[in-house]
């Protein structure tokens, strides 16, 4: 494992008790960053913070709850010098003429308005101390759009859209903003695709493999030091050879 200097640094997670957000939290907490993990899941949330240790601590929130992240915030230590936004959901696999209403719906609040909520809270609290890191984790379905996955490949398409917007915003002071877009890591979120929408992603990724939660970690990591410092607004691809651009 490569070191990482995050010595000194205090990030928050979204979905951080399980999935690419849990191994975000374990790449982060050996680089030496204290931890704050947002989850709804209180039971994954208490066992996550137990297993990684004292340099971590967990607030409940609902983060499709403009309320829930702002109370959030308040009882999370301050400063935050990084923010990573992996909270998320997939929707059903089901082709747009036939996808629920009330899913779609769950879809965007979950994966763009949290998105937005966690930024807009934390961005305007890091542009006041003059430095900070943000990561929104996006997806290839953002860039390509998977049939069968509509609400996901339209809520990631505008999480990119929403990390240029706002790094642009930003890109004069001290805050970066950048997204990545991995293809399929094998995570529980696999729990909720069909096992035929599951071998399409597959089929896309020339390296002939899935990602693994470790390698997504790593880049989110990095993007979180002082060495990222000349990009913000940017998209990192993260999937094995199937996004060229």
Wanted: charged fraction near 15%; charge should be neutral.
């Amino acid at each position: 494992m490569n070191q990482l200097d995050l010595q000194g640094r205090h990030a928050v997670i979204t979905g951080g008790a399980a999935g690419l957000g849990l191994a975000i939290a374990q790449r982060m907490l050996a680089s030496g960053a204290t931890l704050t993990l947002w989850d709804r899941d209180a039971k994954a949330l208490a066992a996550a913070c137990e297993r990684l240790g004292p340099n971590v601590k967990g607030v409940q929130v609902d983060v499709a709850s403009h309320a829930s992240v702002v109370q959030a915030l308040g009882q999370t230590a301050q400063p935050v010098h990084a923010l990573v936004n992996s909270a998320g959901i997939t929707g059903p696999n089901v082709g747009l003429t036939d996808y629920p209403v009330a899913d779609w719906e769950q879809v965007m609040q979950v994966n763009v308005n949290g998105t937005f909520y966690c930024c807009r809270e934390v961005a305007a609290r890091m542009r006041e101390q003059g430095w900070g890191r943000i990561v929104n984790i996006a997806s290839v379905a953002g860039k390509d759009g998977n049939p069968n996955a509509s609400a996901y490949s339209a809520s990631k398409a505008a999480v990119i859209g929403l990390t240029k917007s706002l790094g642009k915003e930003l890109a004069k002071t001290g805050v970066r903003v950048n997204c990545v877009t991995p293809a399929a890591v094998k995570t529980a979120i696999f729990d909720q695709m069909t096992p035929e929408h599951i071998e399409f992603m597959l089929s896309k990724i020339p390296m002939g493999r899935f990602g693994l939660a470790e390698e997504v970690a790593a880049l989110v990591t990095w993007l979180c030091t002082e060495d990222c410092s000349f990009s913000t607004g940017a998209v990192f691809d993260l999937s094995g050879g199937r996004s060229t651009y």
